[in-house]
């Protein structure tokens, strides 16, 4: 398992170079077929203008706080009144 996700691994990075390599060294005999070709028309088109689509934020109360006294009920039963310490040495 180890051996074969270790293969694996070195596959995929030797195609991902081979890809880098051949996608950065590739050439056209003539203009018509680099107009054609995805990776020229990329490397060579205008450059990407930055759009952003962010909404701006929008503040508002989706609610009001509202505290409410917790009291702790303490009662004391008669058996722990009877409970008393260890005595003292
Ligand atoms: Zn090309």
């Known amino acids: 398992m180890r051996f074969t996700s270790r293969w694996l691994t070195w ?3 030797s195609l991902m170079l081979w890809a880098a390599v051949a996608e ?3 050439s056209h005999p003539n203009k018509t077929e680099s107009a054609t070709c ?9 450059t990407p203008t930055a759009s952003s689509n962010h909404a701006r934020p929008v503040f508002a ?5 509202q505290e409410e006294e917790v009291i702790a009920k303490a009662r004391l039963g008669v058996f722990e009144l009877g409970i008393r310490g260890p005595p003292a040495v």
């Open 38 to 46: 995805s990776i020229c028309v990329v490397a060579h088109g205008t």
């Open 61 to 65: 109360a989706v609610g009001v706080l």
């Open 11 to 13: 596959i995929c990075l």
């Open 24 to 26: 950065s060294t590739h």
